[in-house]
Antibody, heavy 120, light 108 residues
Framework: QVQLQESGPGLVKPSGTLSLTCAVS?????????WSWIRQPPGKGLEWIGE???????YYNPSLKSRVTMSVDKSKNHFSLNLTSVSAADTAVYYC?????????????WGPGTLVTVSA | SSELTQDPAVSVALGQTVRITCQGD??????TSWYQQKPGQAPILVNY???KRPSGIPDRISGSTSGNTASLTITGAQAEDEAAYYC???????????FGGGTKLTVL
């Protein structure tokens, strides 16, 4: 059974860079599915940030594309998120998730989430 | 703004049937997935593709789509079904995922 665990700083200063890692356990990150990041501001709904395939192919949310980079490290069996030029609007619980391939496109496994607060 | 529209809140009497809907043009071309989220917890997948349920999800939770509207139906709602429900699918370009705004289900 695949399990995911997010890790990274819980506090980031405005204009800084938010960096998170998602550790994949129970299977190889090279399995035939995509990997995604999703966030949820306090008291609000879910927002898809982007998806990543183990070969490095990525797709990003157009509203965040200029600030987002996702990457995979096969040797460590984890994938990462970098979000630059953060502001208070980026304060959220950040989830990593396993995403089934088309046509399903479902996020079938989620990490527990990690709260990132943007504040001076 | 989301390309998928959900009613913000719905209520149902204990044991009755409730339908939660999700509207969007992209649903004509892509499948819808549904997630249940309880306070303080990560979402869990409850229905996807052509009414498929992951292991452990009761068969009283079912999904369907007609035209641009996807529906999640809970037959015989239980207290443990009280949660927020989100739909997701591809956007109109097919390159990006989108979520609906979520529906808060209250079981009375």
């Amino acid at each position: 059974q695949v399990q995911l665990q997010e890790s990274g700083p819980g506090l980031v200063k405005p204009s800084g860079t938010l960096s998170l890692t998602c550790a994949v356990s129970g299977d190889s990150i090279s399995r035939t599915n995509w990997w995604s990041w999703i966030r949820q501001p306090p008291g609000k709904g879910l927002e898809w940030i982007g998806e990543l395939y183990h070969n490095g192919q990525t797709y990003y949310n157009p509203s965040l594309k200029s600030r987002v980079t996702m990457s995979v490290d096969k040797s460590k069996n984890h994938f990462s998120l970098n979000l630059t030029s953060v502001s208070a609007a980026d304060t959220a619980v950040y989830y990593c998730a396993s995403q089934l391939q088309r046509p399903f496109d479902s996020f079938d496994i989620w990490g527990p989430g990690t709260l990132v607060t943007v504040s001076a | 703004s989301s390309e998928l529209t959900q009613d913000p809140a719905v209520s149902v009497a204990l044991g009755q049937t409730v339908r939660i809907t999700c509207q969007g043009d992209s649903l004509r071309n892509y499948y819808t997935s549904w997630y249940q989220q309880k306070p303080g917890q990560a979402p869990i997948l409850v229905n996807y593709y052509l009414d498929k349920r992951p292991s452990g999800i009761p068969d009283r939770i079912s999904g369907s789509t007609s035209g641009n509207t996807a529906s999640l139906t809970i037959t015989g709602a239980q207290a443990e079904d009280e949660a927020a429900y989100y739909c997701s699918s591809r956007d109109s370009t097919g390159h990006h995922m989108v979520f609906g705004g979520g529906t808060k289900l209250t079981v009375l």
